[in-house]
């Protein structure tokens, strides 16, 4: 089976390239789009497995980071995308996509329904990074992209990524529902507690990701589409590793599951 | 129309780190301490919207619900004493202004109407501060008062406004006559040059002479008068010639005949600088290095990248708007190179940017001139911008540096560089071929036209003064930009346009200008121009450099194709006249001719200039003291690391995105815990291939005052070993020489104008010799020839500067080196020979004293020296390698020791250098650290046998630097105090 990946493209996002690219080589066809052609040619999401919002400065982080963008899709994608994910569908979003995805309440979706619970804010540091940080995924996380992924590096490149939950009772919520896909650690994979740089913007509960209730939809501020070679990792010229970048196995694991289930 | 007010601020019960941002800001910059910041943005809404439709656009829009609170026309600012609200000033670019129109439209689910709009600014609520403290923090640090109002009100006189709008709305009132007049030039010589200077022409006399006699040529007057032109010219002929004959557009200087008296006294006669040397030495290469494309005559210089790709690199500087509003001056300075590369060939994909910086310290004390604004604030200013810039278009920030000297007190640089990469053929076309046909349509797309930079090209071809002008500023928009960018790759694929280049400098009048040059003729009908605001003079509006703006020509068979797509990507594209072959650039306004301009006349007309050039003698040198009393070096070695040239730059460089695109190879930090000062930026841009491009600079201003010719040639070598440190080859490098001058022509004001212009010949000549020697051909470049400051009896003129930019093409980037030590046991080797040149070292520059002796680059033997090295690091015998540069011998050892985390033993006298002072801190050139397992010396040894190469000690894993020279004086120091030492200085 032919796994069919839309990447969106357009009005300041910018990681598109490495995002198709990346579920390219995990075996998608993978096509970027540009937001207003895919709302002229609304069949192309029922034609799709996978949709990823990829990085970027939708808007130049106008007004809030993801904020516009996820506003225009509330009002002019709500319903095709409601029906995609209704499909049982993969989503992702990556660092703004994930901000857009928060904003839009595209997740934690914990009743099914649109509804912002969480937020990304300004990072303590008030000031965008750039720098690698060790995640792990808690044990017992629903999230289908992180199948077999424990401990992973990857590089974090934003100014508004602390993830704060509306309420302690979102917090529980995600918790028990194994929808805290990824944490930030040190280096041991032991949590990072707050610690900076090992988590690099205050994050609640060192929060870098979290996924929905089924774990299809899948949002994460550090970028898996920036390890896609070896040559990507700050220490390569040190450490023994493997040819290809491990974030890549993401995206793998997400063709995978598309084509077995989907 | 009504007037809505929505605030916006954290809920009160969390913490706002904006706020308490500003609060370490305040107190760092202005030594001003307070309680409390809160920041509270301001949307202010001129659209008429029914209440419902405000409170939606409020909640779903402007307010995060987990965080925020907002109000509608009620303010949040509560438990203050003053606060201070910054708005744009009108005709300013309101980037958040514009986005939040668009949102709320989205929200509405309808358009507003023509005139409504959506005005951004920020509401300060400071608690623990007077009105005067307030004043003080609102001038010197949150507004910019040549683009912004700021209002500072208490909290008892809020009370009396009454809810009334703290600032006026910035809508642009002031109506421009849009008249055309004609400019009669029948004036004396006197005259003549006070016309230029009161219209900012910045033409001399020789260049007012020669448009007069232009004019009164029998041919010119008669076809005036057929076509209803008055015999004078008009505004806008006169503005279009003042504007293509700028020293910004025509490099006069670099082109002028030069009568040269060298240092022995001896005439000669250089037949422009340009041809001579830079030219000269491409021409001299381009026979040795196959891979050139096309060079000089593009937006950017292209050469071959692989079989199937061209790869393109421009620098440039953008030093006058810096200098009155760092962070539009500098954001602009970046995206406007990110264009060049975009409108390179038939337009290339940006790849990646560099950055290089020079202020006065940050620390400086002394008291600020007027018009100038306090180098720390230029630092934050700068770096904020190249940061939002970058960031929000995309494209990483790979090299770059910072560099102080007390003389960029008068004008910052600020060098922005960009690559690109396009697919060799495109649209079945050769992506570096183009040209504009006549019948083709001239298309401008992007940003409107405003008033924005109105003179940008003629001013930074003057001095900072008085008058220099407000609307000399503009403010970037990196998303209208990037939507553009993305648009114009779509086109450039299916083969829509003909021709393409960047509407920078000069705006509209330069672009078409330039496009019209190959057809041969260009009609161009201004009215149909689109205009942010109305009231432009129809000269303003073909000189504008609003920003984000680019020119085109587009076939009349794809022009449909063209702004379907245009219109699909949300970006304006607007038809504006046509290319033709008549010979003549003719300008309409409202159907009447308003101009028109000989081509020949206009491109060729420049009357060349003559100057003269001579060295003065050396100063008498003062006597050089270096202490010799003491024993232990470890104190001068940590001064050494902490002095602003050598220091970490890390937390400014964090803040760039240096991986998107993921392309990455080496990033500017290494090592063990990724904080090691790399040495060049290393890609790879095409995915799925190891081929690779290294990307370094060298810039070293403080050595200029000593020798010119030195200065140059240590700036090239520099680049070089930076390239060769991590296995760049000679043969595949490619350079950029960007000059920045202080003002080299001879006047009364500028007494020294002859020996400025003899250390510039120097400086072409030294680039000459040293890129000859290592096979570097110049395939694009730029000068910025008036960077002095001169208001009333003070005169700043920076010290000489190249930034020297290059770019090797890597074979394998599995194959490239890093800089930190890697394993304990591995052998330390020091490449390169040092001598006694102390002269213009960081060493002496702490101790007050210039020295005298620079450093001397000797490129042929370094060149041998290099591809031994480039041999090693192919065969894998080299674990790390650190170019050693600022700073001396004692800085690369402990930067490659503490990035790697790694100890190191290490004895000097095998150098040969007696003096231990010489053998740490001496800067000469061409030298490398290089670690080396135990396993590969032997063969590491050979393949360096005949060349300086010397084993000097090992690494270890006690994290202890020790260094025995060879009179006996010692460094001991564990790796953090060395790290620490290096990087708190600039630790912000």
């Known amino acids: 089976m032919t796994v069919n990946a839309l990447v969106l493209t357009g009005f300041g996002i910018n990681c598109d390239n490495e995002t198709e690219r990346a579920l390219a080589r995990a075996g998608a066809d993978a096509v970027r789009i540009h937001l207003n052609d895919l709302l002229e040619h609304l069949e192309l999401m029922d034609k799709a497995h996978i949709l990823a919002i990829p990085g970027g400065f939708s808007f130049g982080d106008h007004v809030a980071s993801g904020k516009i963008i996820a506003n225009r899709l509330r009002h002019k994608l709500g319903e095709p995308l409601q029906r995609f994910i209704g499909n049982g569908k993969l989503v992702i979003g990556i660092c703004n996509g994930f901000q857009v995805m928060v904003k839009l309440g595209l997740l934690p979706l914990f009743d099914g329904a649109f509804k912002q619970e969480t937020t990304l804010a300004w990072n303590d540091s008030c000031r965008f990074e750039n720098r690698w940080v060790y995640l792990r995924a808690p044990q017992g996380n629903r999230c289908v992209w992180l199948k077999d992924i424990e401990l992973l590096e990857l590089p974090v490149r934003h100014g508004e990524g602390k993830f704060i939950p509306g309420n302690d009772e979102v917090l529980r919520r995600l918790q028990d529902n194994g929808q805290i896909a990824f944490q930030y650690a040190r280096e041991d994979g032991a949590p990072a507690n707050g610690e900076f740089p090992f988590n690099p913007n205050g994050a609640t509960a060192d929060i870098a990701g979290i996924c929905d209730p089924s774990g299809r939809i899948f949002g994460l501020m550090p970028h898996p589409e920036g390890f896609q070679e070896r040559e990507n990792h700050p220490n390569w010229t040190r450490l023994p590793l493997p040819d290809e970048g491990a974030g890549l196995k993401v995206f793998r694991n997400a063709v995978e599951f598309a084509r077995n289930e989907l | ?988």
Not at chain 2, 81 to 86: F, G, N, Q, S
Not at chain 2, 237 to 254: D, G, R, V
Not at chain 2, 281 to 286: C, K
Not at chain 2, 606 to 629: I, T, V, Y
Request: net charge negative.
């Open chain 2, 1 to 988: 129309m009504p007037i809505n007010r929505i605030e916006v601020a954290m809920k009160p019960t969390l913490p706002d780190p904006a706020g308490e941002a500003l609060r370490v800001r305040v107190r760092e910059d202005l030594g001003i301490t307070f309680e409390v910041a809160r920041v509270i943005d301001v949307f202010i809404l001129n659209a008429a919207l029914r209440e419902e439709e405000l409170e939606k656009a409020r909640c779903e829009l402007f307010t995060d619900p987990i965080i925020q609170t907002s109000a509608i026309n009620q303010s949040l600012a509560t438990d203050y004493d003053c606060v201070i609200e910054v708005g744009f000033l009108p005709g300013v670019t309101d980037n958040v202004g514009r986005s939040s129109l668009e949102g709320v439209q989205d929200t509405l689910g309808r358009p507003l109407a023509k005139g409504e709009a959506v005005y951004k600014s920020t509401l300060y609520a400071l608690k623990g501060v007077d009105k005067t403290t307030a004043e003080t923090i609102a001038a010197k640090l949150l507004a910019n008062e040549l683009i912004e109002q700021y209002v500072v009100k208490t909290a008892d006189e809020m009370k009396t406004l009454d809810g009334k709008p703290l600032l006026a709305l910035p809508i642009v009132t002031q109506q421009s006559d849009a008249e055309v007049h004609e400019v009669s030039l029948e004036l004396s010589d006197d005259a003549l040059a006070a016309l230029s200077r009161e219209k900012m022409l910045a033409l001399d006399l020789d260049e007012m002479r020669s448009i007069r006699n232009h004019y009164n040529h029998p041919d010119t007057r008669a076809r005036r008068g057929r076509l209803g032109l008055p015999a004078a010219p008009t505004d806008i002929e006169l503005e279009i010639l003042a504007q293509t004959w700028s020293e910004h557009c025509k490099h006069k200087i670099f082109n002028a005949t030069i009568t040269y008296i060298d240092e022995h006294g001896d005439k000669h006669t250089i037949d422009g600088l340009f041809k001579t040397y830079i030219k000269g030495v491409t021409d001299a290469v381009s026979k040795r290095v196959p891979w050139l494309v096309n060079v000089f005559e593009d937006n950017a210089g292209i050469i071959q990248f692989d079989d199937d790709h061209v790869f393109a690199l421009k620098a440039e500087t953008h030093n006058s708007p810096s200098a009155l509003d760092p962070y539009g001056g500098a954001m602009t300075g970046i995206v406007g190179v990110n264009r060049d590369v975009l409108g390179a060939g038939l337009g290339f994909q940006c790849i990646f940017n560099t950055d290089v910086f020079c202020f006065a310290s940050p620390f400086y004390k002394g008291e600020i001139p007027p018009r100038l604004l306090h180098p720390k604030r230029v630092l934050r200013g700068v770096h904020s911008g190249v940061r939002d810039g970058g960031n929000q278009s995309g494209i990483p920030d790979v090299n770059g540096a910072i560099v102080f000297h007390e003389r960029f007190l008068g004008k910052p640089l600020v060098f922005c560089g960009t690559g690109g990469l396009s697919p060799a053929v495109v649209g079945g076309r050769p992506a570096h071929k183009k040209a504009a046909k006549p019948g083709d349509h001239i298309v401008m797309t992007g940003g409107r036209i405003g008033k924005d930079g109105i003179h940008g090209a003629t001013f930074s071809s003057e001095a900072l003064h008085e008058g220099s002008p407000a609307t000399a500023v503009q403010i970037g928009d990196p998303i209208t930009q990037k939507k553009m960018a993305d648009f114009l790759l779509e086109a450039r694929d299916q083969g829509l346009f003909n021709c393409i280049t960047d509407c920078g400098a000069g705006g509209l009048s330069s672009s078409v200008g330039e496009m019209a040059h190959k057809p041969g003729g260009a009609s161009i009908y201004l009215d149909k121009a689109p205009l942010k605001y109305a009231g432009l003079a129809p000269w303003e509006i073909f000189l504008s450099e609003a920003q984000e703006r680019m020119t085109l020509a587009v076939p009349p068979e794809h022009l449909d194709a063209f702004l379907d797509l245009a219109r699909r990507r949300e970006v304006e594209a607007t038809v504006l006249g046509e290319y033709n072959n008549s010979g003549f650039l003719d300008c309409y306004y409202n159907g009447k001719l308003i101009g028109s301009l000989n081509m020949e006349f206009l491109h060729e007309g420049l009357p060349k200039m003559r100057l003269e050039a001579q060295l003065n003698p050396p100063e008498p040198a003062a006597e050089l003291l270096l202490p010799s009393d003491e024993s232990d070096l470890t104190s001068d070695l940590l001064q050494v690391l902490g002095a602003l040239n050598v220091c970490s730059k890390e937390s400014f460089v964090r803040m760039y995105d240096h991986e998107v695109l993921g392309l990455s190879v080496l990033k500017q930090f290494q090592g063990a815990r990724r904080d090691g000062p790399g040495n060049s930026g290393v890609i790879a841009p095409v995915p799925g291939s190891k081929r690779g491009i290294a990307v370094s600079c060298g810039i070293c201003p403080k050595y200029s005052d000593l020798d010119a010719y030195r200065m140059a040639a240590c700036a090239v070598d520099e680049a070089v070993r930076n390239l060769v440190a991590v296995g760049g080859k000679l043969g595949t490098i490619a350079g950029l020489d960007n000059f920045c001058w202080p003002d080299p022509v001879q006047s009364a004001s500028t007494p020294d104008g002859r020996h400025k212009l003899a250390q510039l010949v120097r400086a072409c000549e030294a680039l000459y010799d040293v890129c000859l020697a290592y096979d570097i051909p110049l395939i694009s470049g730029k000068d910025s020839m008036k960077n002095d400051y001169r208001i009333g009896d003070t005169k700043i003129s920076i010290p000489p500067t190249i930034l020297f930019t290059a770019a090797a093409i890597i074979e394998d980037v599995g194959k490239v080196v890093s800089m930190d030590a890697k394993a304990p046991g591995h052998s330390v080797y020091v490449l390169g020979e040092t001598r006694d040149e102390m002269g213009g070292s960081e060493y002496l520059a702490l101790r007050g004293q210039l020295g005298v002796n620079a450093p001397e680059v000797r490129p042929f033997s370094a060149r041998a020296l290099y591809e031994r090295l480039g041999k090693a690091i192919k065969d894998g015998l080299v674990a790390s390698c650190h170019d050693c540069s600022d700073g001396g011998l004692g800085v690369a050892l402990a930067e490659t020791a503490f990035a790697g985390d790694m100890g190191m033993t290490v004895t000097l006298s095998p150098l040969g250098v007696d003096n231990g002072v010489i053998a740490l801190f001496s800067e000469s050139q061409s030298r490398f650290v290089v670690t080396v397992s135990p396993d590969n010396a032997a063969a590491f040894e050979a393949t360096l046998d005949g060349h300086p190469c010397y084993r000097v000690g090992e690494t270890s894993q006690e994290p202890v630097l020790r260094i025995v020279c060879a009179d006996g004086r010692k460094v001991e120091s564990d790796l953090d105090a060395l790290r620490a030492a290096w990087k708190q200085p600039l630790n912000w």
